[in-house]
């Protein structure tokens, strides 16, 4: 499928996502919540057994409970549906950098999706900013475009890996652009 279409003599130079970590980072609660009716269940049986009137009321929360399990698996289905979700946004939200332009593709819900683009030659500030330890340890960080015009427009994207690295690459571009319309 094609987001949007080359002009002549434009070329894609690179497509970026977010770091890997960033995906990790993200899928995390996910885990916390799909073990979490894993581990209360027995913690509750145990204080329930100390109790005998509330034993039988903390024995609906067994496995063997028809009921239990039924919730256990909408809520397994929920949390995977939430997960999946989470990826799609991670693997269709990128950029493109061609020769011409920087194309960003957004991925909004599963059938939402907003491709929006600016040429180089109108881009005033390309900045980067890293934050965080891990962000540090691991080379990732924000890039953020501005561009001229009566609005101002900015693209930013998180997660980026090798900001700086981009950031030369987005000015490289816009170089070698500025340099093919002084031999024309």
Known sequence: MEEFPLDAGERVTRTVRKHWFV???????FVFLAVLPLIIPPFLMGVATTSPETSALFALLSTSNPWFRLFLGLWWLCLWIGAFNTF?????????????????????????????SFLLVK??????????IFADLLGYGCVRVETAGD???????????????????????IAALHADKHEV
């Open 88 to 116: 799609t946004q991670y693997y269709l939200n990128h950029w493109v950098i061609t020769t011409h332009r920087i194309v960003r593709i957004r991925q909004h819900g599963f059938f939402d999706r907003e491709v929006s």
């Open 23 to 29: 995906l990790l980072v993200s899928f995390l609660p």
């Open 151 to 173: 609005a101002s427009r900015h693209f930013s994207m998180d997660g980026i890996d090798n900001p700086t690295g981009m950031r030369d690459l987005i000015m490289s571009e």
């Open 123 to 132: 881009v005033q500030d390309v900045s980067t900013s890293v934050d965080g």
